[in-house]
């Protein structure tokens, strides 16, 4: 049995420590799935940390042999959809936002790349090709290229088959590479 | 036995796993002969690699390390106290209650009190019990979660 489904199981049984292990080695990744989608670090933080509380409250119906972080990416992902509707409703930010596409994950626009990624000469340009991008493919382009996702994961984390996942991660870039060649 | 032929569309989606080193080893070279003699998938794959080179460079900044230093004890204070909210928010409810119908009872049965007064108290008592609640409810399952609690509305 490996360290998370140990981990898990000692949680189950009601051994709080053990959750340090899970948390341990996934805030890091937890916390950067969540700065992509607030740019914010303090929104970032806190998001992350109530997933992790959440994820722990609905441990015992992890089921066995799946993925921790995909499951706990999904949590993630809730807390996320509804922290952008209470700023939503405030009317504080995204009043840009397309209201026909729903809540868009990734890079909204009050996200600023400076606050996430370290500079280099083709930051920018990336952010606005991602932008670009319907949240679908941008979701998807991100899960792999910077939550580092395998095919399977990301597919256990949308709910699709790894046959779409590829198709769509396959039109989603070739829609990027697109978007990029044209601001040069 | 005869290969199976493999569609460019097929084919674009291999490529791809190529690049995310996510096709077994007897997939490889059947690529790689296959993107020798196609054009149009030999494209694919070139800009495919131009997105992850891009997407590769670009590196997360760091937290500071102090960020993290309470990380985990936030989480875990969470939880340990989740449970005790709760019981200390319900046993308070029925305290309030058990007093609030003690002194109701008491004051129905005292004859020198007018009616019309006890109507009053009555209804005043109410409405108590129901601020109480909403105030309980607010603090406990909304306030605690809600990051913009400073903002003003």
Known sequence: MD???????????GKTESYRILVEKYKTRAFYAALLITGNRDDALDLSQEAFFKAFKAIKTFQPGRNFYTWFYKILKNLCINHYKRIKRRNIVFSDAD?????SLYLSPAANPAEVFEENEMRDL???????????????IILKEFQEMSYKEIAEALSIPVGSVMSRLFYARKKLAKILEGFK | ??????SCEEMSLRIMALLDEELDDDQISGVKEHLETCKKCSDDYASIKKVKEVTSKMKFKKLPEFYWDDYWKHIYNRIERGLSWLFLSLGAIIILCFAGWAFLDKLIANQYIHPLLKVGIFIFMIGIIILIVSILREKLMVRRV???REVER
């Open chain 1, 3 to 13: 360290e998370d489904q140990q981990a898990i199981e000692d949680c189950q049984l």
């Open chain 1, 99 to 103: 209201e026909t596409e729903g809540p």
């Open chain 1, 126 to 140: 990336l952010w606005k090709g991602l932008m670009q991008l319907k949240k679908d493919d941008r979701e998807i």
């Open chain 2, 1 to 6: 036995m005869k290969r199976r032929d493999i």
């Open chain 2, 146 to 148: 809600d990051k913009y």
